[in-house]
């Protein structure tokens, strides 16, 4: 029988990003099997995909046994350290194309919504503006960039990656790809 997952604050609904998925495997690390492990990535020495289950990164006893990050490498300016260590080592990550960014806003972690392609991101101009601004600085050319934006998919690639800000509601993204 499942438990009901602990809760993450800066990764609200880690079974609809597919960062937890239900499984019968013991977790490493505590050796209870409770319905669900971590189907994330895990920056350890040792591998540890899909053998973590969601309680003992919520309470970060499996970033302390096993020296792990969930996130890659988070960095937010002006957020207390505090907040950085609880992205890093007690919310389940997600997978990308290249490294995973995540995204800090009024001085706290923004809460991880999931991939978004350009039909999920047409609720949010702003964040649209954002993701064709980033992708000018590449250099692109206006017509390639609007080809770029309407090509997202939440599924494949490009992909978009939607946060909201904990504080003032702000939807954020970035767009990855090979």
């Known amino acids: 029988m499942s438990e009901e997952l602990p809760v993450f604050p800066y990764h609200p609904d880690p079974l609809a990003t597919g960062a937890v998925v ?14 669900y492990v971590y189907a994330g990535p895990v920056y350890a020495v040792e591998e540890l ?23 890659g490498d988070p960095v937010g300016e ?12 007690r919310t389940p990550g997600f997978s990308s194309w290249q ?5 800090f806003h009024c ?21 649209l503006e954002e993701l064709r601004r980033e992708a ?20 494949g690639q490009p992909v978009g990656y939607l946060f909201r800000c904990r504080a003032c509601g702000r939807h954020m993204a970035y767009a990855d790809f090979t």
Do not use: M, N, Q
Not at 23 to 33: D, I, N, Y
Not at 99 to 103: G, I, K, S, T, V
Not at 107 to 127: H, I
């Open 22 to 35: 239900a499984a019968g495997t013991a977790c490493v690390c505590c050796g209870r099997s409770r319905g």
């Open 49 to 71: 995909s899909g053998r973590l289950c969601p309680w003992c990164i919520a309470d970060g006893c499996a970033a302390a046994r096993y020296e792990a990050h969930f996130i």
């Open 78 to 89: 002006d957020v207390p350290r505090a907040v950085v260590v609880s992205v890093d080592a």
């Open 99 to 103: 490294d995973p960014r995540w995204f």
């Open 107 to 127: 001085g706290d972690g923004a809460a991880f919504l999931g991939p978004a392609g350009a039909a999920e991101l047409a609720a949010f101009p702003d964040v």
């Open 136 to 155: 000018g600085r590449w250099g692109w050319a206006a017509e390639v960039v609007e080809s770029h934006l309407g090509a997202l998919d939440k599924d």
